[in-house]
């Protein structure tokens, strides 16, 4: 059980969170409240929850303050901010002060907010995870015996003091040698990797990895590759005896092209690289390191499998903090006021491609990117039958959060607003319709894999049965059955799209009978599920 803490001044609201969502149901016990940040701040000194949950509005301390308080106190302490669409400056600032997620307050039901809640639990196992990890991995490192030369080149990395004669005797390349340069590897995907494999599982195959690309280092000069930790390796490699600029250029790019390839072939692994400039004493190596490691955070920007080159010349350093332009948000909020598909496309695209030219750092671009999705969300707030495209923004809301490559995020953000303009093209039928056709529709959509009887959706309407069949059928152009049916078929196809199973699309379309499953798809599309997954 996770024990929550909920801040709001507002009774209602912290009601509403400790009693009518059930929350203990599913792990959760929130067993904790307070009315403002200064009294949050005095009972998390005392009795310190698994989870804290905070208004951004209330007197006194705000929850922007109590969360840069909290942080700095207790860092690994999961925080959700709450926040309603005209607080996204405070939501801003909470997310760059590492709030895990942000609810909108006007959208607070049971599912959204245990999405959050489980999502920090899902932190908090990772951390208890991580802390058994790093015994496992000193055990396994104090095992290895390539241990010695990986401590070696950690503390050059450093700048610690080494006896010359120990860097003499295990890595005599950088005492003699001149022209030393440093190429910093990240493998990609790393958190998902861990993920789907366990850090462990990705521990032990560094092994192989060292020994495939150590091979290659010895293709094209004397080095050493040695892992730091957390699927980050740094190669060192000395060019003896050449002075030629150009010769450093061919070979330090073939001697990267040749890692990555040799990486993809044997491991099935991808990385980013960033070369570092030439120093000439193993003393400039702690700099060199600082920098490619600063330069490693531009992998967000240029996307994986990135080679980047500190020496290249660039007009802004990484990391800078931008916000989004009011000139470019007025623009793509005309223009779906106008319904212009064409100019506010380009108007996104505008915003991504700056994003890129100001090299902005990676909670810049994520925020930016939850405030284009929040325009999309205000547009359709108020229009019938837009629960689907709202649920679509809230689960892109958490892919933005945990995307590590801005051309994927511009990908979410550009899906949500072609889902926007499709939405358009249909919605405005919708005015035409009568209001308990448009509830029974809204009805059908939230309980798909429920009992869908037109007996049922009528007592839910209070409606007559006939009543709703003759309404229905001259709204729809079709029988509430036949809708029903059509629509299960529709929501079938999205799910096997995602690689879910044909029985567990059977079920969650509400006709949990295969063989009827079946024969409904197959009459709709003329084929089988299976035959439609070939076809896609």
């Not at 909920?6 to 969170?17: M, P, S």
């Not at 301390?61 to 909290?70: C, R, S, Y």
């Not at 100019?343 to 939850?370: K, N, P, W, Y």
């Not at 809204?442 to 069949?469: F, I, R, W």
Request: hydrophobic residues 40%; proline residues 2%.
């Amino acid at each position: 059980m996770y024990h929550v803490m909920i801040v709001d001044d507002e009774l209602y609201a912290r009601t509403r969170l400790k009693v009518d969502l059930c929350l203990e149901r599913d792990g959760f016990l929130v067993d904790q409240e307070a009315a403002n940040g200064q009294e949050a701040l005095e009972k998390i000194r005392y009795i310190c929850p698994d989870i804290l949950l905070t208004d951004m509005r209330m007197p006194g301390m705000n929850g922007v303050d109590l969360i840069a308080q909290v942080k700095k106190m207790y860092p690994d302490l999961p925080v959700i901010a709450l926040s309603g669409y005209e607080d996204f400056a405070y939501v801003r600032s909470s997310l760059k002060l590492g709030a895990i997620d942000y609810l909108l307050k006007h959208d607070l039901n049971r599912e959204v907010v245990l999405e959050a809640l489980q999502k920090c639990a899902e932190q908090i196992r990772q951390s208890q995870q991580k802390e058994k990890d790093t015994q496992i991995l000193q055990t396994y490192w104090q095992n290895s015996e390539k241990e010695s030369q990986r401590q070696l080149v950690l503390s050059l990395l450093n700048g610690d003091a080494i006896d010359p004669a120990v860097l003499s005797e295990q890595l005599p390349f950088l005492i003699h040698g001149r022209n030393i340069q440093l190429i910093l590897m990240q493998l990609d995907n790393i958190h998902k990797l861990e993920q789907e494999g366990g850090k462990i599982e990705l521990v032990m195959l560094s092994p192989s990895i060292l020994s495939i690309l150590q091979e290659v280092i010895r293709q094209y000069a004397q080095g050493i590759i040695a892992e730091i930790g957390g699927g980050e390796f740094v190669t060192l490699i000395s060019f003896e005896g050449r002075n030629s600029q150009q010769y450093f250029w061919n070979i330090s790019r073939q001697l990267v092209q040749s890692l990555r390839h040799n990486l993809e072939k044997y491991t099935n692994l991808t990385a980013s690289f960033v070369l570092g400039k030439l120093v000439q004493q193993p003393s400039g190596l702690p700099s060199c390191y600082r920098q490619t490691r600063q330069e490693m955070s531009l992998r967000y920007l240029t996307g994986h499998g990135s080679l980047i080159d500190v020496s290249e010349s660039r007009t802004m350093s990484p990391g800078k903090f931008v916000t989004l332009d009011t000139v470019a948000e007025k623009q793509i909020a005309n223009a779906v006021e106008r319904r212009d598909h064409e100019h506010c496309m380009a108007a996104v695209q505008a915003v991504f491609d700056g994003l890129l030219h100001r090299e902005a750092d990676r909670t810049s671009c994520q925020i930016i990117c939850l405030e284009l999705l929040n325009l999309v969300i205000r547009n359709i707030k108020a229009i019938p039958l837009s629960n689907e495209l709202q649920e679509f923004c809230t689960l892109m809301r958490v892919e933005i959060l945990n995307s590590d490559n801005i051309q994927e995020n511009r990908r979410l953000i550009v899906s949500a607003y072609n889902r926007l303009f499709d939405f358009f093209k249909t919605a405005d039928q919708f005015s035409h319709y009568n209001s308990n056709t448009i509830k029974a529709l809204e009805y059908v959509h939230a309980h798909c894999q429920d009992d869908l009887g037109l007996d049922a959706v009528a007592g839910k309407l209070n409606v007559s049965k006939s009543y709703l069949s003759r309404i229905f059928s001259h709204d729809c152009g079709k029988s509430f059955t036949e809708y029903v049916a059509c629509y299960r078929v529709e929501q079938a196809k999205v799910l096997l799209a995602q690689g879910v199973t044909i029985k567990e699309v059977a079920e969650r379309v509400g006709i949990g009978n295969q063989s009827y499953f079946f024969r409904v798809f197959k009459s709709y599309t003329g084929t089988t599920p299976h035959g439609w997954e070939k076809k896609k």
